[in-house]
């Protein structure tokens, strides 16, 4: 499904300031997750796809030194001619970290990604959706696909951490040792509160409330915590 009436250009100006791009790639080829419609924005086109990444790419000015790059999806996802776009514009403006995002699945292909960069000098920051470090709830419930039940084995290719909070089941015990256990074993943690959308999965009231309550006053502040109360506060989407 193509979708270009998303906001693809974005600035995330507090808590490590950078440039965010939502890209358009082939689809996430995992695609089973529970509770995540975002692989809807997707084209087999590889030519469409490239006309539009060039075109939002065409905003990144280098302005902080970062730029994230999305795509509703993993790297892999993005054509070729996207991929060594994102490096020219590295490299012309001057950026020097660079964050991307990543399946569990795809985790082999990373260190091909940081060496591509690294040899212009750019360091690269992979980021993987976990959701939760409870390995039973994540594959019974969330269907993440990720095989494997230690936590610094998760992180050995990854630097950062997508966690997921607002869903039946889960109590402020198990958020604070979600939260607690990135931060001992990933760079950064980014939290996302579930949003209503087009799955089965539904958010608990109860629990984003309990959330909010407990550990939003805990974490807000933390330079190594996101809080994302709506899928769109990092301005694209």
């Excluded at 996302?192 to 006053?217: A, C, G, H, Q, W």
């Amino acid at each position: 499904m193509e979708n270009d009436s998303l906001t693809r250009y974005a600035e995330i100006t507090e808590k490590n300031r950078r440039e965010i791009v939502l890209l358009r790639g082939s689809g996430c080829r995992w695609r089973r997750c529970t509770f995540c419609d975002y692989h809807l924005d997707f084209s087999l086109d590889e030519g469409s796809n490239f006309a539009l990444n060039q075109e939002v790419l065409e905003h990144v000015t280098g302005k902080y030194g970062r730029l994230e790059v999305i795509n509703s999806g993993s790297f892999t996802d993005l054509d070729d001619r996207t991929r060594r776009r994102i490096l020219d514009i590295c490299i012309g403006k001057k950026i020097t970290e660079i964050h991307f995002e990543c399946h569990w699945m795809h985790r082999d292909a990373v260190p091909a990604l940081r060496r591509t960069f690294e040899a212009h000098g750019i360091q690269v920051k992979l980021k993987i959706g976990v959701e939760t470090f409870d390995a039973r709830y994540r594959e019974q419930v969330l269907h993440k696909g990720i095989d494997e039940t230690s936590p610094s084995r998760i992180a050995a290719n990854f630097d950062e951490v997508c966690l997921l909070f607002g869903l039946e089941g889960q109590t402020e015990t198990s958020m604070r040792y979600d939260i607690e256990t990135g931060l001992a074993n990933f760079e950064r943690v980014c939290i996302n509160i579930m949003v209503e959308n087009t799955t089965r999965v539904k958010p608990s009231l109860s629990v984003i409330d309990t959330f909010m309550r407990e550990l939003y006053p805990v974490y807000k502040d933390n330079v190594h915590v996101d809080i994302l109360l709506n899928n769109t506060d990092f301005g694209v989407g």
